[in-house]
């Protein structure tokens, strides 16, 4: 069964972290490429930050790069993503999926992320 499932979420002030964390099902991570998506309300889902297999990173949004992390524990099927000196727009439902994700690829629950002022 395919699964996603993200916590690490909260409510953080301006400059706080947090650890975002996602446990995959092995048909999901095994062999690929993974990746943090969010959703900011009333934008498209975009994706954040990827992962290699082994361990290669690439993050798309520049606004977020130098703050954000992402790595993984390939035998605990889990992905990671590290938000730093965050900031009120870092605000966003955050989402794991891998990448690229199939269109039949369903999304987990994700992980609320509030950062306030």
């Known amino acids: 069964q395919v699964q996603l499932v993200e916590s690490g979420g909260g409510l953080v002030q301006t400059g706080g972290s947090l650890r975002l964390s996602c446990t995959a099902s092995?048909?999901?991570?095994?062999?690929?490429?993974m990746a943090w998506y969010r959703h900011v309300p009333g934008k498209q889902r975009e994706l954040v930050a990827a992962?290699?297999?082994?361990?290669?990173?690439?993050y798309a949004i520049d606004a977020m790069k130098g703050r954000v992390n992402t790595s993984r524990d390939n035998a605990k099927n889990a992905v990671y993503l590290d938000l730093n000196n965050m900031k009120p727009e870092d605000t966003a439902v955050y989402y794991c999926?891998?990448?690229?994700?199939?269109?039949?690829?369903?999304w987990g629950q994700g992980t609320h992320v509030i950062v306030s002022s």
């Open positions: 999926n891998r990448y690229p994700k199939s269109s039949i690829d369903s």
């Open positions: 092995k048909e999901i991570f095994s062999g690929n490429v």
């Open positions: 992962i290699t297999t082994g361990g290669t990173t690439y």
